[in-house]
Structure formats: C-alpha cells, structure tokens
C-alpha cells in the first residue's frame, strides 16, 4: 500500500457540506470527491459520531470506483476520534480516542448534564410551540451533543424546528443560559458550547473544536477544509479561521457548491502540492 503521508489533506464537514442534514451523501459528490483523492487524502470532519458518518457517507467508500480506503480518514466529534480503514477486519476502527469525562471529570460533566436538563425543562414550560420528541442528550465520548427536540425526531419535526429555531433563536438562548451557569461554576473557559447542525448544540472541552483534526496532519504539505457553519456560534468557525479563508478554508452553502468548490479550486490546488 503506497505511503500517502506527504499528499495534502483536505478536510470536509459533514451535514449541510457533503449531505443534506443527517440524510445521505449527495451521490453527485463521488465523482468529485474520488477525482480530488488522486492527489489528496480526504478527511470527514464532523460534530456526529461514527455511526452517523458510516450512515451517511459510507458510500464513499463502499461504491465500486470510490475513494481509496487508504486515503480516507474518519474524524467524528471534532476530529477527538480518529477512524482508520484496518484491512485485516475489513471495517473502520478507531485509532485515536479522547474521553470528555476523564478530562473534565466526573462530578463536573454530572453537573454539566444537570444544567442541560434543567434549562431545556425550564424552556419548554415557557414556550409550548417547542415540540419535543426524546434523547435529548447524546454523550459521545469526547462531546456531549444536546438536542432540544431530541434525536428522535422525524425529518418533518427536524424541519419545523429549524424554521422555529430561526424565528425564536431558541439555541442561542439555550447557549447564553448554558454558559452563564458555567461562568458561575467558573468553568466559563474550560467548556465550549457551538450549534452543532441545525437542530442541537455541541458541548465539549476547550480546544477540543474542530482545530483539533488539524493536529493529526501536521506534517501535510497543504491542509484544506469546506464547511457551511463557519461564522457566528456555527461548529466549523474556528477551523476555518485558523486555515486561510477563501484560500484554503471555504464556506459552502450546501452540496452543491461542495461540488463546484472541489472542481474549481481544491483538485488544482492539491494538485500543485502533489
């Protein structure tokens, strides 16, 4: 198997870059997506677990003529966790792996879950049009993801809520009650609150955001990421300042301008670094 250490990487979030949210891969992307892994790896970045990402993108790697196993990285919550390809089990296995409340310890990340479930209750009592569904919270090893309709609602909830989330800011409320109890606990600088997608919010341990994939590639002659939640509280904000906006970090509107910004700007540019 060829050493690929020395290609670029080029880094994608998942849901509203390379998918529809938490719906499977834009199929028009795998053309694209295997004509940029001739001269890069690729990496999926994303807020979501594995599974999720397995669900969702599996077809890259799955589809006769897809991207290379070997050149494929798999970096759920944040790039804390790293998935490789292992040809011996013929499966993705995890490689690297942090543990959210080994690091914070116990009694803080109990108290962080207390805190969440009392500002949502507190919410929903004084705002009836938020239609809640179940799994609220979802611990994730190295996150913790909060979701105020809960995971287990239908695409047709998840689609109200955004609508209502946009007119109300119901996430930016929860994020500001969130971090002022945190403050007050004096763990304002040592936890992170993001929106995560667009339906929850993502908790995790200062530093720990998506910069954190980068450390896996330090030796890489270009580094690239594509993302849609790159301004504001949005959980790709803080990898793409710290790449080169409009160089080497971009902002997509969803799928397809994904597509046309692998077409018109990362295959050459990886290219030149190959």
């Known amino acids: 198997m060829n050493d690929r250490t020395n290609y670029p990487i080029c880094l994608f979030d998942m849901d509203g870059t390379l998918t529809p949210a938490r719906k499977k891969l834009d199929r028009r992307l795998l053309a694209d997506m295997c004509q940029l892994a001739l001269h890069a790896d690729v990496g999926i970045v994303s807020g979501s677990p594995f599974e999720y990402i397995e669900q969702q993108c599996s077809e890259l790697w799955t589809t006769i003529g897809g991207i290379p196993t070997n050149a494929l990285y798999i970096l759920p919550c944040n790039g804390t966790q790293v998935y490789r390809f292992d040809h011996t089990v013929g499966e993705f296995t995890r490689t690297v792996n942090n543990n959210m409340i080994e690091h914070l310890g116990s009694g803080v990340f109990q108290n962080l879950v207390r805190h969440c479930v009392d500002i949502l209750s507190e919410y929903a009592l004084k705002n009836d049009e938020l239609h ?9 090893g190295s996150m913790l993801n909060w979701c105020p309709i809960g995971r287990d609602s239908s695409h047709e909830q998840r689609s109200k809520f955004v609508s209502y989330d946009r007119d109300r800011e119901c996430r930016f409320y929860l994020r500001k009650r969130l971090m002022r109890r945190l403050h007050k606990d004096g763990l ?3 936890i992170v609150c993001t929106l995560g997608g667009n339906t929850s919010l993502d908790i995790y341990p200062s530093g720990w955001d998506k910069t954190f994939a980068l450390d896996h590639f330090t030796t890489r002659p270009l580094k690239t990421f594509v993302g849609d939640k790159c301004v504001e509280e949005g959980n ?3 990898i793409y300042e ?11 509107s969803g799928p397809e301008e994904t597509r046309i910004i692998i077409t018109t700007k990362l295959v050459q540019a990886v290219a030149l670094h190959h």
Do not use: C, I, Q, V
Not at 132 to 140: A, H, I
């Open 242 to 252: 710290a790449l080169d906006p409009e160089r080497t970090s971009f902002m997509t």
């Open 132 to 140: 809640m569904t179940g799994n609220f919270l979802s611990y994730r």
């Open 236 to 238: 790709d904000r803080t």
């Open 188 to 190: 304002g600088k040592a």
